[in-house]
């Protein structure tokens, strides 16, 4: 039996039809004037989605690509820097500083909790020595979000710079660099904007600026500051991605179409059918709170094999989910529910996952998790974008 490939993973995401066909256009030439065009006009959208002034650089690579950057550009080797440590890629902060010759002090996290802004506080206060914490707004390998708004009113009274992984959050759930203090904000284009992988895109704040301006270059690639100088020409330094540009002009449009505040509402609505479903199902929930907008954990139940239910769910189903890391490896299944998915293809994951676990010896004995998901979900629809939905879980 054919079913239609339905792809809920962390990243990659599925692709709009509009953008596969924008994707797909005889290539211009990364110099001439039709490119420069695309990226000024591009420009304007992308502050629009950071909720920044300051200019949003386009570098040609993945999102770890811009987290190297942003440690490359921001700090010297000898400086010390506070790395919240709460999953795979907070561990990947500390590998691209210690790369860098920082020193780094590490506020470990338990993997499915969110920091404690009083955690970072303390922390700051002991090592008055740090100059910059490094973070992930959402971690994408438990679903956690963190309170990276509380921690940028702590950072932006001091002499620290708050570097964001933005990666799987931006385009999904609210994070305007300005309004919050952020330092730099940095995203990939294959999660919230509907891109294929391989485009990267960083923004400092002013203060930021000035400390990129004041540091040798420590990578010839990465220099942001010429990358800045060729943005106000409508230029990337290297070669540009052509055809991902033009894509995402394309996925701008229909991002910023009806707002910022729809995008939200529509993403915290899809987390709200996911997490009821997956409550009334018997599951426990990995992120028990501060959870991402666009991917939900969920942990299996003992003596499950989730390899084998991840198998199953793609082979039967045509599901695509994506499983823990590390020491989550067969122990959880991460829902992707970002970008270019409805709550279509959230119910059908749903179903297939609920499958799956029966068919490998887990059961649960709830009938009605796809109904109390989906009541979830339109009331969240009539609601402010964060305003929890209660509904009975059996």
């Not at 005889?26 to 001439?32: A, N, P, Q, V, Y």
């Not at 909720?51 to 490359?72: D, F, K, N, R, Y």
């Not at 284009?189 to 040798?216: C, F, N, V």
């Not at 995402?248 to 709200?272: C, F, H, N, P």
């Amino acid at each position: 039996m054919l079913n239609k490939p339905r792809l809920l993973t962390p990243g990659p995401t599925p692709l709009p039809e509009q953008v596969r066909l924008a994707l797909a256009q005889d290539m211009i030439h990364h110099r001439k004037a039709a490119f420069k065009d695309i990226m000024l006009r591009v420009q304007g959208k992308l502050r629009t989605l950071f909720g920044t002034e300051q200019p949003v650089l386009p570098l040609s690579c993945s999102g770890t690509g811009a987290m190297t950057a942003a440690v490359h550009s921001l700090f010297a080797p000898g400086d010390k820097v506070l790395v919240v440590n709460g999953g795979k890629f907070g561990e990947r902060w500390q590998q691209i500083a210690a790369a860098r010759g920082l020193e780094c002090v590490l506020l470990d996290v338990p993997w499915g909790r969110a920091v404690e802004p009083a955690a970072v506080e303390k922390a700051l206060e002991a090592d008055p020595g740090i100059s910059g914490v490094l973070m992930q707004l959402s971690e994408t390998s438990t679903g956690v979000l963190h309170p990276v708004r509380d921690v940028a009113a702590i950072t932006r009274t001091r002499d620290v710079l708050l570097v964001a992984d933005g990666i799987s959050a931006v385009g999904l759930s609210p994070c305007p660099m300005d309004d919050w203090g952020i330092d730099c904000l940095l995203t990939g284009s294959q999660k919230g904007l509907m891109l294929p992988p391989g485009l990267a895109l960083l923004a400092l704040s002013a203060r930021a600026w000035r400390k990129a301006e004041a540091i040798p270059s420590g990578c010839f690639y990465f220099n942001l500051p010429k990358e800045r100088d060729n943005l106000a020409k409508g230029q990337t330094l290297f070669t540009s991605p052509v055809n991902l540009l033009v894509g995402l002009d394309v996925s701008l449009d229909m991002l910023l179409k009806d707002g910022l505040e729809a995008i939200y509402r529509k993403q915290w609505a899809l987390t709200m059918l996911t997490r009821t479903a997956l409550a009334v199902m018997g599951l426990e929930l990995f992120a028990p709170s501060h959870f991402a907008w666009g991917i939900t954990s969920v942990r299996l139940p003992a003596g499950i094999d989730g390899v084998e239910v991840l198998r199953l769910a793609q082979e039967k189903y045509g599901i695509i989910m994506a499983g823990g890391q590390d020491q989550l490896k067969g122990r959880i299944v991460r829902i992707g529910h970002m970008g270019w998915v409805d709550w279509a293809d959230v119910a059908a994951g749903l179903f297939a996952l609920d499958r799956c676990i029966f068919a490998v010896g887990g059961y649960s004995g709830a009938r009605d998790y796809l109904e109390q998901g989906l009541a979830a979900y339109e009331a969240a629809l009539a609601l402010p974008p964060g305003t929890p939905v209660v509904r009975r879980h059996n």
